[in-house]
C-alpha cells in the first residue's frame, strides 16, 4: 500500500511551529513550559526538534496553550482545515459586551484596511503580505461570528431560552409570579 506523506508524518513541521511559538509567548519561556508538564527542559526541546524521534504530546500543547492564554493551536488547525475557529461567548452578556465587540471588530477592519492600503503601495502583494492580510481577515471572522453570537443572545428570545439559567431560584420565582 502507498502511503501518502500525511499518513507517516509523525509530527508536523506546523505542529512544532505553533508550539514553540506558544511557548515563547510565556514569560518563562522553555523553562516556564517545562515546569508545566513536569518535564525537564531538555525533555522540551527534544519533542520540539525536526526530524527528532521524540514527538510533542497533544495533552502537553493543550497544557502550554491555556498557559500562554492564546488559543494558537486551535486557531491553526482551523486553519488548516480550511476553516477558522469562533470561541463560544461568554452566557451572561449585555449591551456593553455588545458594543465592545463592535468597536473591537470595526478596530479590526481599520486595521485590515491599513494593511491592505500599505501592502499595495507598490501594485504587489507578496506572500508575506497574503499571509498577514489572510491572518488578519480571519481574526475579522471570529470577531464578525462573536458579535453576531453575542447579538442573537441578548435579543434573540429563542437563545435566551437555550442559554443555561444561572439566575438564582428566587429570581426565577419572582418571574414567573410576573408572567
Known sequence: MKHEHWHIEK?????????????TK???????????????????YNRLRDEGD????????EVIQRACGELLLVE?????????????PEVEVDREDIAAKFHELVGK????????????????????????????????QVLTLGYLSL???????????????SRSEASVRQKQCVE
Open 11 to 23: 509530527q508536523p513541521q506546523w505542529y512544532s511551529r505553533v508550539v514553540k511559538q506558544m511557548i
Open 26 to 44: 510565556l514569560s518563562g519561556g522553555y523553562k516556564e513550559a517545562a515546569e508545566w508538564l513536569g518535564i525537564t527542559e531538555n525533555s522540551v
Open 54 to 61: 521524540q514527538v510533542f504530546p497533544v495533552g502537553f500543547a
Open 76 to 88: 491553526e488547525m482551523a486553519r488548516r482545515a480550511g476553516g477558522v475557529f469562533v470561541p463560544s
Open 109 to 140: 477592519m481599520g486595521e485590515l484596511a491599513h494593511r491592505w492600503n500599505e501592502f499595495t503601495a507598490d501594485g504587489v502583494i507578496d506572500q508575506q503580505e497574503r499571509e498577514e492580510l489572510n491572518y488578519i481577515g480571519e481574526q475579522l
Open 151 to 165: 447579538s442573537y443572545r441578548y435579543f434573540c428570545p429563542s437563545e435566551k431560552g437555550n442559554a443555561p439559567d
